[in-house]
């Protein structure tokens, strides 16, 4: 019997281990941002705050829905990547399962959503113009591009 609790504690131990393997930045978010501020013709502001960068492992979701509820409408079912310029916090999901299968990587998100921070506290622009998100998503695919390629040339 004992022997049988062995084997299955050791047998879940190794599963638990594999299923939530966290991703983790591969660059600084200073290199990252310095990058997104070039895209965006922008230079250092030293006077605005930097956001808070939160992963998705390491916070309760309640702290994301409290911080997104209002900006978005709605109360979300889990942690995804977006920044909360009222709090002026960054959220990132870390699984690095999702960043396999995408072929994307973590970093990529950061650059995404630092260029939703630059919009909102450097260039002021008003949020719901959904214009925003392909300037995102242009920068995003541009530092993935050359930072973060997931296959060989």
Known sequence: MKKTILITSVLFLSCAGLAA????????????????????????????????????????????????????????????????????????????????????????SLAHELVHYVQAKYQKFDMNDESLEWDAVDIQTAFRDQFCPTKPH
């Open 21 to 108: 393997k966290p991703a983790v930045l591969k660059y600084s978010p200073d290199a990252i941002f310095d990058f997104v501020l070039a895209q965006k013709k922008q230079t250092l502001n030293a006077e605005i705050e930097f956001p808070k960068i939160y992963f998705k492992s390491q916070i309760p979701l309640k702290q994301f829905q409290d911080a997104i509820e209002k900006q978005w409408n709605l109360r979300p079912a889990e942690v995804t990547n977006a920044y909360a310029f009222d709090n002026n916090e960054i959220y990132l999901m870390d699984d690095a399962d999702y960043y396999i299968k995408t072929e994307r990587c973590m970093d990529d």
